[in-house]
């Protein structure tokens, strides 16, 4: 069974940073699964953020946070993590992460049951 926990989202003012962790147990991080993070906005479908593979040596970004945001992986500590800079209020969102058996297939599909998310507000 793959469990995440997301933390360390807040308020921040536009051009500042955050850096989300996730945590897992259970199987996600035995079972060599690449992780992603994943975002929804109030009235928006969720969508796909960054991911990156089980030896971090493969990583994807959507177009709106390359050269903004960074995700990387302790699999020692079980966590992903990603840093963002920059910060935009659009990209205000509950930030979610889970597990998928490959970076090509972090969009599609999705391990473990989506979790509480950690709140990012982005003020103007």
């Known amino acids: 069974q793959v469990q995440l926990e997301e933390s360390g989202g807040g308020l921040v003012q536009a051009g500042g940073s955050l850096r989300l962790s996730c945590e897992g147990s259970g199987r996600t991080f035995s079972s060599r699964y690449a992780l992603g993070w994943f975002r929804q906005a109030p009235g928006k479908e969720r969508e796909f953020v960054a991911g990156i593979s089980w030896s971090g040596g493969s990583t994807d970004y959507r177009d709106s946070v390359k050269g903004r945001f960074t995700i990387s992986r302790d699999n020692a500590k079980n966590t992903v993590y990603l840093q963002m800079t920059s910060l935009k209020p659009e990209d205000t969102a509950i930030y979610y992460c889970?597990?998928?058996?490959?970076?090509?297939?972090?969009?599609?599909?999705?391990?473990?049951?989506w979790g509480q998310g950690t709140q990012v507000t982005v003020s103007s």
């Open positions: 889970n597990a998928a058996p490959s970076v090509a297939t972090i969009t599609t599909i999705h391990v473990g049951p």
